[in-house]
C-alpha cells in the first residue's frame, strides 16, 4: 500500500508544474485526497483537497485561481496543476488520503514528498 508523489521539479517563476498522486494497493475512489507543503523552516500547511465522492474542491487563500485538484479514478491518481508559480510556492509538496467523503486529519495514507523549487 502506497501513495507516489511526483512532478516536481525546478520552475521559473510564471511557470507550471503538475504534481501527480498514484496510489497502489488500494484504490483511490473511497478516499478523499489533499496536498499539503512544506517550506524549509516553516510549518506544513495544506494547499488543497477534493472529495471522494463529488469532486468538491478546497484551495489555500494563497494558491486560489492558480492551482487546480483533479482526481482521474481509472488511472488511481489526483493531479494538483500548478500554473503562475512563485517563488514562495516552493516546498516539499506531499499528498494524503483521507478514508470517507472529505480530507481530515489523521490520514490514513501519505506520499513521500516531491520537491517544488521556483526560481529563476
Known amino acids: 500500500v502506497q501513495l507516489q508523489a511526483s512532478g516536481g521539479g525546478l520552475v521559473q517563476p510564471g511557470g507550471s508544474l503538475r504534481l501527480s498522486c498514484a496510489a497502489s494497493?488500494?484504490?483511490?475512489?473511497?478516499?478523499?485526497i489533499g496536498w499539503y507543503r512544506q517550506a524549509p523552516g516553516k510549518e506544513r500547511e495544506e494547499v488543497s483537497c477534493?472529495?471522494?465522492?463529488?469532486?468538491?474542491?478546497y484551495y489555500d487563500d494563497l494558491v486560489k485561481g492558480r492551482f487546480t485538484i483533479s482526481r482521474d479514478n481509472a488511472e488511481n491518481t489526483v493531479y494538483l496543476q500548478m500554473n503562475s508559480l512563485k517563488p514562495g510556492d516552493t516546498a516539499v509538496y506531499y499528498c494524503a488520503a483521507s478514508k470517507g467523503t472529505w480530507c481530515r486529519d489523521p490520514y490514513d495514507y501519505w506520499g513521500q514528498g516531491t520537491l517544488v523549487t521556483v526560481s529563476s
Open positions: 494497493g488500494f484504490t483511490l475512489d473511497y478516499f478523499a
Open positions: 477534493i472529495s471522494s465522492n463529488d469532486n468538491r474542491t
